[in-house]
T-cell receptor, first 114, second 111 residues
């Protein structure tokens, strides 16, 4: 089945130790999003790729970076995780970038920072 | 940015009951999304609505564009429907691909 896959599902890292989260999709969608979701809060958009074009949200800390080496894969790099970065990280894709484009979400990666 | 309000925030029902969750938004839009999230899990898109009504199994979503209001209904509710239901509206203008999410409605259906 076509889907959005995130690895790992659970990630534990130490304070300040770089970590990379992975997202892949078999939908061949143009757009890939990364969201951060903290407990009992709505997802917060960090950035997205429209094809190869990277779009950062104004309030996304510099500590968060992303790479999209090809259509199928997108990575979220946290350069120096702090305790406040512990959250669920959700990857989503959409065919195009419009108000009516359905976003397909992955299962998420729960990040714990010790 | 669109302001999205959902009600109720929490809802407890008995199996078989008819459920209604409401969503209102501040800025006129061309589409509204309803999403489902199980505790600790990922998000599943349920509906994208631009007008009228859509039905998928026991789920029905309606939208009134003029009144800036949408509802999600669940008929014959079941414990497996227990989840957080989220309404999301696109922003206006150039960033209309960005969604503003409601705070969600936590639905618990007891057997």
């Amino acid at each position: 089945d076509a889907m959005v896959i995130q690895n790992p599902r659970y990630q534990v890292t130490q304070f300040g130790k770089p970590v990379t989260l992975s997202c892949s999709q078999t939908l061949n969608h143009n757009v890939m999003y990364w969201y951060q979701q903290k407990s009992s809060q709505a997802p917060k958009l960090l950035f997205h790729y429209y094809d190869k074009d990277f779009n950062n949200e104004a309030d996304t800390p510099d500590n968060f970076q992303s790479r999209r080496p090809n259509t199928s894969f997108c990575f979220l790099d946290i350069r120096s995780p702090g305790l406040g970065d512990a959250a669920m990280y959700l990857c989503a894709t959409s065919k195009d970038r419009g108000p009516a484009d359905t976003q397909y979400f992955g299962p998420g990666t729960r990040l714990t920072v010790l | 940015k669109n302001e999205v309000e959902q009600s109720p925030q929490n809802l407890t029902a008995q199996e078989g009951e008819f459920i209604t969750i409401n969503c209102s938004y501040s800025v006129g839009i061309s589409a509204l999304h309803w999403l489902q999230q199980h505790p600790g899990g990922g998000i599943v898109s349920l509906f994208m609505l631009s007008s009228g009504k859509k039905k998928h199994g026991r789920l029905i979503a309606t939208i009134n564009i003029q009144e800036k209001h949408s509802s999600l209904h669940i008929t014959a509710s079941h414990p497996r429907d227990s989840a957080v239901y989220i309404c999301a509206a696109p922003n206006s203008g150039g960033s209309n691909y960005k969604l503003t999410f409601g705070k969600g409605t936590l639905l618990t259906v007891n057997p």
